[in-house]
């Protein structure tokens, strides 16, 4: 009988580009999917390349090379614990589980302590990259004890995606944290893609631009400091023309945004941390918003608004959305940094920075040029404490600061929502701000609850009261 490097359970798309990725780099592997369809599907693609589907969980365990390493690629969610409970009775100590899909990381860090006692260790994994990436090169952020990292390194590191020979993977912690810097990728990945989707709106209703226009306007920025994968497949997509009716495909498709969950928990635990990631709530909120769309339609029809055409000199306000955009992409990356900065402290991840924006150059979602910068700034200070007072992110702050206020300006005069370049707006202006009105708000606390304040010329921490009503 073969005896299997990697088992994976789960053979949706992800799982079995993951399996024929593994596969083809040298490591046997075993497949089991509940569904018979899959099943078939998969057997058929792994025949012949170095892959196999085996009937049963048993079986696959069984088919394993001890310590067995098992890659469980199923929706995140109960479906996670059934896989875990189902092949938990047929493990042994230094056994080794990776959930490999959207795992919430606290789900992570329970699995992971309940299958301490039986001596199987939990790699908790965020993957990154879509089909494609799984195929061909994913990122890939495991976290967990790191002595099992260290046994999947070799077949972890060979089949993530690499930039300049560097395999965009590397241990990123304990417990939960790989699943933890995976949900802040995908936060800041609904705050750039709002982004561009306002860039778009601007050009499309502000400026009147067609989508063979925009497709020419995106892939020239693609092709600058600000290039991006989601830079790239924004240009393809509005390339696109739907078959049936010979439209733009992008005019056919529904404005109703679907979510799955990362970006809303990137945002709750913000709050919670108490961390400002405005751009990205507000790509949330955009969400939010554009599934309302029976109510737009009604309230589109009573409440006017400004003409949204734009009047004055268009080449120059393309050139103003792009330093808008670039700009705000950046404050994205800004927050989901110092959002991860502080969960380092909060949860003891000891998260290195320069590492995740390594692995965040090639193979994910939100891969982009100005990650170069981003690794540059904490390779020199790992305690860097926002991205946007980092020399290295200098030219993009100030050479296109300007813009955004400009964009965001020209967005509201023309009545078209910029939600995310507001937010991003907002977040430099108040954080270049020494003195900001909340002086008020503590007057007012104080006022009305009797909250306390502190004063500009006593020691931090001391607490006042005034009589107000006197
Ligand atoms: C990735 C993506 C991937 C998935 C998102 C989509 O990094 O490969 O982020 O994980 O496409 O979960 O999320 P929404 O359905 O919430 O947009």
New binding site residues.
């Given amino acids: 009988m073969i005896h299997y490097k990697i088992g994976v359970v789960g053979l949706g798309v992800m799982g079995q580009n993951l399996a024929l990725n593994i596969a083809s780099k040298g490591f046997p592997v075993a497949g089991f999917d509940t569904d018979k369809a899959k099943s078939e599907v998969s057997a058929a693609l792994f025949a012949g390349n170095n892959a196999g589907v085996l009937p049963s969980l048993p079986d696959l365990v069984a088919a394993l090379e001890a310590p067995r390493r098992i890659l469980i690629m199923v929706p995140a969610g109960s479906p996670v614990d059934a896989v875990i409970d189902g092949l938990k009775p047929h493990l042994h100590p230094q056994d080794i589980l990776m959930d490999g899909g959207?795992s919430f990381f606290l789900d992570t860090v329970r699995r992971g302590k309940d299958l301490e006692p039986a001596g199987i260790r939990f790699i908790g994994m965020g993957v990154?990259?879509?089909e494609e990436?799984a195929r061909h090169g994913p990122a890939l952020m495991p976290g967990g004890p790191e002595g099992a990292y260290e046994l999947l390194a070799p077949s972890l590191e060979a089949i993530a995606a690499k930039v300049d020979g560097e395999p965009c993977c590397a241990y990123i912690g304990e417990g939960g944290a790989g699943h933890y810097v995976k949900m802040v990728?995908?936060g800041i990945?609904y705050a750039v893609m709002q982004l561009l989707c306002e860039a778009y709106d601007l050009m499309k209703r502000g400026l009147g631009m067609s989508a063979a226009e925009m497709q020419d306007v995106f892939a020239a920025w693609n092709r600058t400091e600000m290039g991006s994968y989601l830079l790239e497949i924004t240009a393809a997509v509005l390339g696109k023309t739907d078959a049936e009716t010979g439209q733009p495909m992008l005019d056919v498709i529904l404005d109703r945004a679907?979510?799955?969950?990362?970006?809303k928990w990137t945002s709750q635990n913000a709050l919670d941390l108490g961390v400002a990631v405005p751009t990205i709530n507000a790509a949330l909120e955009g969400r939010i918003l554009s599934a309302v769309k029976d109510e737009r339609v009604t309230a589109s029809k009573l409440m006017a608004g400004p003409n949204p055409s734009f009047a004055g000199d268009r080449s120059r306000a393309v050139e103003t959305v792009r330093g808008a955009l670039c700009t705000a992409t950046l404050t994205a990356y800004a927050q989901g940094f110092s959002l991860m900065r502080e969960a380092s402290r909060e949860y003891r991840f000891n998260l290195r920075f320069a590492e995740i924006a390594k692995i965040w150059r090639g193979g994910?979602?939100i891969r982009a040029k100005m990650l170069e910068r981003i690794r540059a700034a904490f390779a020199r200070d790992a305690e860097l404490s926002n991205l946007m007072v980092a020399d290295e992110l200098q030219p993009v702050v100030k050479v296109d600061g300007g813009s955004l206020r400009e964009a965001v300006a020209m967005a509201a005069g023309l009545g078209i929502p910029a939600m995310g370049m507001a937010a991003s707006l907002g977040y430099i202006d108040s954080y270049r701000t020494e003195r900001l009105p909340q002086n008020l708000l503590q007057a007012q606390r104080d006022f009305f609850g009797a909250h306390g304040y502190e004063r500009t010329d006593k020691p931090r921490g001391k607490q006042f009261h005034a009589e107000w009503m006197e």
């Fill in positions: 959207n990154s990259g879509g990436g990728h995908n990945e679907g979510q799955k969950g990362t970006g994910c979602i």
